[in-house]
């Protein structure tokens, strides 16, 4: 397995699901922190699960047309877990609003009094897979061939650059 799962026997990890487009902007590489009001001590491997809700009104539309293309809302997946990453972090927004890539601070809430998640080592998905999600952070049990359907490592700056969002 790759190195997020060295250490583990199971292949059952952590998942969070997030409203689309923001799952996909985290299978893309350009959203390298989830926004929550929430904290966590977590940190290891997760899955990205998208709900079933697609939040047009509320996106980010210029950076979803940049990412996905223009017909964005029709094509991302819901209900369906679309990436694995590595959460390394959670701090408070106002500690790392000033340091954020354009796309990163487009596509999060970092009012103040809010946590910024950090994902990295984030890896999408071939095709997504069916899944059930649930609020907060909760178990998703992994395919046994999980290596074979990720994708490589993503580089958030790579793929902000590549859209012109750095």
């Known amino acids: 397995m790759t190195d997020?799962?060295?250490?583990?026997?199971?292949?059952?990890?952590?998942?969070?699901?997030?409203w689309q487009p923001w799952a996909s902007l985290v299978a893309a590489g350009v959203k390298l922190h989830e926004t929550?009001?929430?904290?966590?001590?977590?940190r290891g491997p997760i899955a990205?699960?998208?709900?079933?809700?697609?939040?047009?009104?509320?996106?980010?539309?210029?950076?979803?047309?940049a990412v996905?293309?223009?017909?964005?809302s029709r094509l991302l997946p819901l209900g369906?877990?679309?990436?694995?990453?590595?959460?390394?972090?959670?701090?408070?927004t106002e500690r790392i609003a000033d340091h954020l890539s354009r796309a990163d601070l487009a596509a999060g809430n970092f009012s103040r009094g809010r946590f910024a998640w950090r994902l990295d080592k984030v890896r999408a998905?071939?095709?997504?897979?069916?899944?059930?999600?649930?609020?907060?952070?909760?178990n998703w049990?992994?395919?046994?061939?999980?290596?074979?359907?990720?994708?490589?490592?993503l580089s958030h700056a790579a793929a902000c650059q590549a859209i012109g969002w750095n």
Do not use: N
Not at 36 to 42: D, E, L
Not at 48 to 65: E, M, N, Q, S, Y
Not at 68 to 72: A, I, N, Q, S
């Open 141 to 153: 049990i992994a395919p046994e061939d999980l290596e074979a359907v990720l994708g490589p490592i």
């Open 36 to 42: 929550r009001h929430w904290s966590t001590p977590y």
């Open 4 to 18: 997020l799962f060295q250490d583990t026997e199971t292949t059952t990890m952590k998942a969070l699901s997030l």
């Open 125 to 138: 998905l071939k095709r997504p897979m069916p899944a059930v999600g649930r609020q907060g952070l909760f």
């Open 80 to 92: 369906m877990v679309v990436a694995v990453a590595e959460l390394t972090a959670c701090r408070p």
């Open 48 to 65: 990205i699960h998208a709900a079933k809700t697609l939040d047009v009104a509320g996106a980010p539309d210029l950076l979803c047309r």
């Open 68 to 72: 996905f293309g223009d017909y964005w």
